[in-house]
């Protein structure tokens, strides 16, 4: 082969002038209904987040401007730090035993 010739070699996929779109998984579809906290059936998961353990509390179906006030509360009553995400409440740290407690004195219930 010499220096001064390319080779015409065509390596990959047929690009056409079309485009289609990428079809992305969607999320399961949640109830926007409000449910008095006595009605909710409340449960609690656990993951681990970079090596730090997160504790899940869910599925909250009030107005968001209720679980963020009450989410505020629990994050000074635990001293920890947590948010609100899908429907879910996020804490910092194991806290399934202390959380339980103060959930069911606002009237909330649990699995």
Not at 41 to 63: A, P, S
Not at 91 to 109: A, V
Request: charge should be positive; hydrophobic fraction near 30%.
């Amino acid at each position: 082969m010499s220096r001064g010739k390319k080779l015409d070699i065509f390596i990959g996929a047929n690009i056409d002038e079309s485009w289609h779109e990428v079809q992305s998984q969607k999320k399961a579809k949640t109830s926007h209904e409000i449910i008095v906290p006595k009605k909710h059936f409340l449960h609690f998961k656990k993951e681990k987040r970079r090596g730090k353990t997160v504790t899940l509390v869910g599925e909250f179906h009030i107005q968001k401007e209720e679980v963020t006030s009450l989410l505020k509360t629990l994050k000074k009553k635990l001293g920890c730090g947590g948010s609100y995400k899908d429907n879910y409440m996020e804490f910092q740290g194991e806290l399934q035993e202390k959380l339980r407690p103060l959930l069911e004195k606002s009237e909330f219930r649990f699995k």
